[in-house]
């Protein structure tokens, strides 16, 4: 009898643990998730730059960027109440590393010699990243 009781909870276990995770893939984000279309609507010109807005918290918002390339370029990252490792970025193509404030905007300048091919940002544990796309 005590078997069969086992058997039975290893079972409501595991139908609830698919119940909990329908809807989401192994990376905890919701399979529905749009933010790896190319996004340009958060790239503006000013001037004779541009600038790529972006949020962390609980990762990178967008997490694909679409953005012109061989141009100065000011990434202006934005936190508010950002406690998580997304607050810890990481740029390995303009050998950037640093802990963004909890709450604020943190600009980071890309020369326009920088501004080529795909660029990736990713939080100190690599859980979190997005990339721009400079075309």
Avoid at 47 to 74: L, S
Avoid at 108 to 119: F, L
């Amino acid at each position: 009898m005590k078997s069969k009781n086992i058997f039975f909870i290893i079972i409501a276990i595991v139908v609830l643990g698919g119940a909990i995770g329908v809807g989401f893939t192994l990376g905890g984000e919701p399979a529905n998730d749009k933010s790896d279309v190319g996004v340009s609507n958060v790239v503006s010109q000013i001037g004779d730059k541009q600038v790529i807005d972006i949020t962390a918290k609980g990762g990178y918002t967008p997490r694909v960027i679409d953005a012109k390339a061989n141009i100065a370029t000011t990434l202006r990252v934005s936190t508010n109440g950002t406690y998580d490792c997304s607050s810890s970025l990481v740029i390995p193509k303009l050998g950037w590393r640093g802990s963004l404030e909890p709450t604020g905007v943190k600009e980071i300048a890309i020369v326009a010699d920088q501004a080529k091919g795909t660029m990736q940002g990713l939080c100190g544990m690599g859980m979190y990243s997005f990339k721009i796309n400079f075309n």
